[in-house]
């Protein structure tokens, strides 16, 4: 019975039904079923599948936005539960389009897939300076720090950013992600960051291989 | 039609102009410089940009206004200057032009995303209305939306544009999906070319987000679509860095030699984005030459 709530829930996430997943999630704590347990047997794996579609190129990202809507009508109902249960995030992500740039749907994208994936998003907005990822890193101890342009001339800011990092002492104590449509593989490790995302969903990916290992 | 379009496909296929953005930072426009500022700061260079164009035989020049609307410009403290900007915009390219070739003044997207409800679709329309009236008022001799990923914010900003009476093209980006033939929203060149004509559009096209090459199935798949002419300005390739010097990697002549097929796909107007020059103009002019 429970298995089958949370198989209904699942899909009602990945069909984008927002009307319906709290009233899944409801269901499934009503048979019995710990909120946590409804997050990570139903929600997050949506969200996953979700995130297979979209770089397979069947979703685009209003689907993905529905789905993570649909998936936090039943998340807010579950959070009451997972406050008291054994339940952890699972790890922390800054986020910021450098200075100079004021491009923000890449960096949104990424935020809300984070988020829709158990995250906890510290997001920093656009045009954010070396110094200030320096200051708000110190404040947030986020486990990892993205970086986003979309101009080809902002991108030497991030190399500017890790380097104070490294000057402070501190490029060690953080993980630092890459992203943006002018970017590649190269780039990230010229500049010495730990990772390049290709787009939003590889970002996920790439924020879950590094805190793995 | 408008009557100045339907002049203009008299003497088609015709050639459009190349990209500004590389070239402004080639004179010296810096990291998180705001690029349509210079037309009130550095009118000179963007001046310069335009007789580029205009020199290397474009019939139609657009103008330095691509984010010249509230959204962006509030971003750099700028939101009151729109009407300024787009003004001075206008009257460069006009300058330059000086009567060789016509000015479509470009109004680009607002940064700002529909679907996910941080705008609406009220005040994206006041914002595109009044970019547009500025450029109407600065004597624009049509106005081209371009780089558009949203069909929605497109209509907004091309009944904005279709208000003021001039010509209107509307050129989305294709870029994503399977087949790299979707805007970022997942839009289908098919659904674009409907929504754009109901919105008035008298041209429709793509431009931005892939190479030359990328661009003829689509084209192909809007020429199907509609009646209207198509507009196609591709990138050259995609950008790559080389020892933290940005290249694009498609040359001129490369590029030239995928024009052809962009023709027989119904290609009407003709130019390049990202990473383009006026090399590239003169090399269209000479494939289009060839094709003659």
Known sequence: MSAEILNELRSAIVEMRFDDTEGLARRALEAGVQAVDVLNDACLPALDEVGVLFREGDYFLPDVLMSVKAYDSAYRLLLPGLKEGAYESRGRVMLGTVEGDIHEIGKNILHALLQGNGFDVVDLGVNVSPAVFL???KEHKPDIIGMSALLTTTMPVMKETIELFAKEGLKDSFRFIVGGSP????FSDEIGADGYGEDAQSGVELVRRLLAS | MHALIELLLKEAPVVTDGSWGTQLQKRGLSR?????????????????????YVNAGSRIILTNTFGANRFVLGKF????KVVGINGAGVKISKDAAAGRALVFASIGPSGKMLVSGDVTEASLAEAFEEQASALSAAGADGIVVETMMDINEAVIAVRAAKATGLPVIASMVYDSGKAKDRTMMGNTPEHCAEALAAAGADAIGANCGQGIEGFIPVCKKLNAATALPLWMKPNAGLPEMVNGEVVYRTGAEEFARHVPALLENGACFLGGCCGTGAEFITEIRRAIEGKK
């Open chain 1, 135 to 137: 200051e708000k890193a």
């Open chain 1, 183 to 186: 970017l590649n593989q190269r």
């Open chain 2, 32 to 52: 998180g410089e705001c690029p349509d500022m210079w037309n009130l700061s550095n009118p000179d260079r963007v001046r310069e940009v335009a007789a580029l």
């Open chain 2, 77 to 80: 403290q700028a939101a009151e």
